[in-house]
């Protein structure tokens, strides 16, 4: 992509509010993070079409791609581009659901890259990875929301769009009774357990909750319980938004109704078998449950978490059950919460022990208010990008060279919105 105008102008201003407070390191992290998805992910099509790659891996990912957009939606109302390039976004996912929306990732035409061996239900040449995720959904709903939140305008909704919408809603619908109702399987041969769904590709057993079954985690990972409560809540959230786009856009009382259906039944769901009466910590969420009675206490790196519930606009990050859970997930009690000389946060299973990821680390300044809190992530940061000066996927928490994807949009992204946030609250 050529430079733009408006994101060299939020690097130059940025910067020297960082510089004249004396953080020069934060400064350059920024003037390096902040244009990443824009210079180096973004290919644009044509005036309608806009493909992103995550980074080191060229296919599109529909969760990854709206997370790198997101720090550039509030410049969108006054910069043309910008705001085209976003819209071109959505376009790309129109297409990419009518192809396949139980998919994950995207190829930029149909060329049959990335897992074609798989055994699934179904195979488009589109498709890079069939993974099914909710959240990735939920981004198909959220990325035009935040758009039209940000600018006002709606000449972006189109009929195709809604039409996409309705494939979601449906999905969601059949997806609350996958045993009975669903075909989706996923099946990866020579992988390891978390790459593919257990019992002929269909999962573990599940009852029926009222949420929509995931096979897969934010971080690509199979689903242990496969109603994964902080996607539940995503979808919750993006629910939230349809109702809105349906009411005041689409003018349309049915596909309203039958999305205020939905969000009530996934709401529920969350709030009968998602909490646990931890004896340390009060009342706090699950990770995974399975509506048999089994579930999950932890966290994962990659949002939507637990961590990342007011990010996701679930709740309010005061709230006293969410603050009970980020206790629990800040603490030895979560099992994937790392502690070293150079970084301590929330890691994953998807990355070796002892790896604490900047997406959590950023997701915990982004839910806080706390000055101290958001200065002390950020001088983790800064002390752990091993010279590249960009963010990683994972860091070992004592030696910061060694750590996975050089090159990784979404952490790039996130990480200057956290950056914004500070030097609008507190330069």
Excluded at 145 to 163: A, C, I, V, W
Excluded at 329 to 343: E, K, R, V
Aim: hydrophobic share 35%; proline share 4%; aromatic share 14%.
């Amino acid at each position: 992509m050529n430079k733009n105008k408006t994101i060299q102008n939020v690097i130059n201003t940025t910067c020297k509010k960082l510089n004249s407070i004396d953080k020069p390191e934060l400064a350059k992290l920024f003037s390096n993070c902040f244009p990443n998805t824009w210079d180096t992910t973004v290919k644009v099509i044509n005036e309608k079409d806009t493909f992103v790659i995550t980074g080191d891996i060229p296919a599109m990912w529909l969760r990854d791609s709206a997370a790198q957009v997101n720090h550039y939606l509030p410049y969108a109302k006054d910069d043309e581009e910008i705001y085209n390039v976003i819209v071109g976004v959505i376009n790309r996912y129109v297409l990419c659901v009518s192809k396949d929306p139980y998919a994950n990732a995207f190829n930029e035409i149909d060329n049959n890259h990335g897992y074609s061996t798989d055994h699934t239900s179904f195979r488009s040449h589109w498709v890079w990875e069939r993974k099914y995720e909710v959240d990735s959904l939920c981004s198909v709903i959220s990325l035009p929301y935040k758009l039209y939140k940000s600018t006002g305008r709606t000449d972006f909704f189109t009929q195709e769009l809604k039409e996409t919408f309705k494939i979601i809603l449906n999905l969601w619908e059949k997806e609350q009774n996958h045993p009975e109702k669903s075909d989706y399987f996923f099946h990866r041969e020579n992988t390891d357990i978390f790459d593919t769904l257990p019992l002929n590709g269909k999962g573990n057993p599940v009852g029926y909750t009222g949420m929509t079954w995931s096979g897969f985690r934010p971080s690509d990972d199979t689903c242990t319980y496969n109603y994964l409560i902080p996607s539940e809540m995503f979808a919750v959230v993006t629910l939230g938004y349809l109702e809105e786009i349906f009411e005041k856009v689409y003018k349309d009382q049915i596909l309203l109704g039958k999305t205020k259906k939905l969000k009530e039944e996934i709401d529920l769901g969350i709030n009968k078998f998602g909490l646990f009466n931890h004896e340390k910590y009060g009342t706090i969420y699950k990770f995974e449950v399975d509506g048999l009675g089994n579930y999950l206490l932890m966290d994962d790196a990659n949002c939507p978490s637990l961590l990342g519930v007011p990010y996701l606009g679930y709740c309010d990050k005061n709230d006293e059950i969410y603050q009970n859970t980020r206790k629990y997930i800040l603490s030895s009690d979560n099992p994937y919460y790392y502690s070293g000389a150079i970084l301590k946060g929330v890691g994953s299973p998807h990355t070796r022990p002892n790896c604490v990821w900047p997406i959590a680390l950023i997701i915990q300044g982004l839910t806080t208010d706390n000055k101290s809190e958001i200065e002390n992530i950020l001088d983790m940061l800064c002390a752990s990008h091993a010279g590249t000066y960009y963010m990683h996927e994972s860091i070992n928490c004592d030696d910061p060279a060694i750590f996975s994807r050089k090159w990784f949009a979404w952490a790039n992204s996130l990480f200057s919105e956290l950056v914004l946030k500070y030097v609008k609250e507190f330069c």
